[in-house]
């Protein structure tokens, strides 16, 4: 689904990170990723794969680099 994954000294803070993408539309991105891009791409993802809020919605072609 991604091509990479945040590096983080913890596995629990990227489950705690990335979850909440699926439903929330703003998140804290934790210090402790070394590439806070990344929190962008995987909700690129997700809204390019309808999952979790984006399930339901519909985009227009443009409306994902939007994010």
Do not use: C, W
Request: proline share 7%; no cysteine; glycine share 2%.
């Amino acid at each position: 689904m991604v091509k990479r994954l945040p590096i983080t000294r913890s596995g629990k803070i990227l489950r705690k990170t990335i979850r909440p993408l699926a439903v929330e539309e703003q998140i804290n991105t934790p210090p402790t990723i070394d590439d806070p891009d990344i929190i962008l791409e995987i909700r690129t993802a997700l809204r390019n794969h309808r999952v979790g809020q984006y399930a339901n919605t519909q985009f227009q072609d443009d409306e994902s680099d939007d994010l």
